[in-house]
């Protein structure tokens, strides 16, 4: 184990690792009271060497971002997307050339959801401790344990990906595994969603008509904004009952805010202005304009069947059938959804693609269901 803690150290070690064929990759943060994540700690591991980067004394970082965009190099992460979108803030670099070890070890089990100690437990034979779940990482300076605990994040990293690869190779899933994997070369995975679209991302938003829902907009899109401007979470300025609420309502003077559900006084004194400027102007909006209503999605009397083809053929080649397609997804091809162009849709391409004509080959009806579905 190595702390890097200057420029010179974190370029040297770059160099070293531009030249290994894989690197492990890890974060520690805490993400408690700010919008954005605050970086305390990152891991490399080199085979079984383990490095720790101490971003509170790095300042610069960009010799890391080289690494994570060289495609020649492997990163290995677990659980990838949210430590890759932490990296590329970090560094200004978006990733290439990662393995996931949590998804591909979905293309050789029942499952992609096990935990990086469930994972190891299934392929190291080594039980990971748990001691420092909840340590503070911008904590100076760190205990020994803590950084013990750092290093096991990424040091069995490298095994682990071996271990996948050969059982996938063993059973005819390496080429869908690998194809996967690209999906954390596009540049939009890690993109901020923007504040105009917040509001479709609400729990409770399907509920509203149109005209509420323009007002939602408005809601969500200022929350956003301020949320990010300010760097705390999204629910510590307004949370998402008091928007839903409000957008219900359509209060229109401060008075009638006290009636809004989870909105404080507190909340109402330093933002109503802008609240009451977010329910006008949602108000305002052309009907033409209005966004619109999410459809329930009725039953297809047909999902179950082809969920459950799905399954049993995913049992057979012993990959997690949650990878292939979400039943609420299927449900809405098989609905033959306008918004759905069934044949850009995921199931017609690629190893989908290939898995779904085995599906079919094996099933009559299901593949008469899938041709009407994509023509």
């Known amino acids: 184990m190595k702390m890097i803690s200057t420029v010179q150290e974190l370029e040297a070690l770059m160099a070293d690792a531009a030249q290994a064929s894989a690197v492990a990759l890890d974060t520690e943060f805490v993400w408690e009271r700010t919008f954005y994540p605050k970086l305390g700690l990152i891991q490399l591991a080199i085979e079984h060497d383990c490095y720790l980067i101490d971003p509170l004394a ?16 492997t990163k290995i992460l677990h659980d990838a997307q949210q430590d890759l979108t932490i990296l590329k803030n970090a560094t200004g670099a978006l990733p290439l050339n990662v393995f996931d070890t949590r998804m591909a070890f979905g293309f050789c089990s029942d499952t ?35 950084l013990e605990y750092a290093c096991d994040d990424v040091k069995y990293l490298t095994d682990a990906m071996n271990n996948i690869i050969s059982r996938c190779e063993k059973q ?19 993109a901020e969603i923007p504040p105009e679209e917040y509001f479709m991302r609400i729990k409770g938003h399907g509920r509203l008509k ?86 329930r999605s009725r039953k297809n009397g047909y999902t179950d069947l082809v969920s459950d083809a799905i399954r049993d053929k995913a049992a057979e080649v012993n990959i997690d059938p949650t990878l292939i397609c979400s039943k609420g997804d299927l449900n809405n091809l098989l609905n033959n959804k306008k918004q759905i162009r069934a044949r850009e849709h995921k199931l017609f391409k690629g190893w989908r ?14 593949a008469e269901k899938m041709t009407a579905a994509k023509e």
């Open 353 to 366: 693609d290939e898995f779904m004509q085995k599906v079919c080959s094996d099933n009559e009806k299901v």
């Open 210 to 295: 149109r005209p509420q829902l323009a007002v939602l907009r408005e809601l969500a899109a200022w929350r956003e904004k301020a949320a990010r401007k300010l760097d705390r979470p999204r629910n510590h300025v307004v949370p998402n009952n008091a928007l839903i609420d409000l957008s219900y309502k359509c209060c229109g003077t401060m008075d009638k805010l006290s009636s809004v559900r989870d909105l404080s006084k507190n909340a109402i004194g330093r933002y109503g202005d802008n609240l009451l400027k977010c329910v006008r102007a949602g108000r305002a909006v052309p009907e033409d304009q209005l966004p619109q209503s999410t459809p």
């Open 172 to 190: 005819h899933t390496k080429s869908w595994m690998l194809e996967e994997m690209k999906i954390y070369d596009d540049p939009e995975l890690y």
């Open 112 to 146: 992609s959801c096990l935990s990086l100690a469930g994972l190891i437990q299934e392929l190291c034979d080594i039980e990971l401790p748990k001691s420092e779940t909840r340590a503070d990482w911008l904590r100076r300076p760190m205990s020994d344990s803590m």
């Open 58 to 73: 790095v300042k610069d970082l960009s010799a890391l971002g080289k690494l994570t965009a060289n495609p020649a190099v």
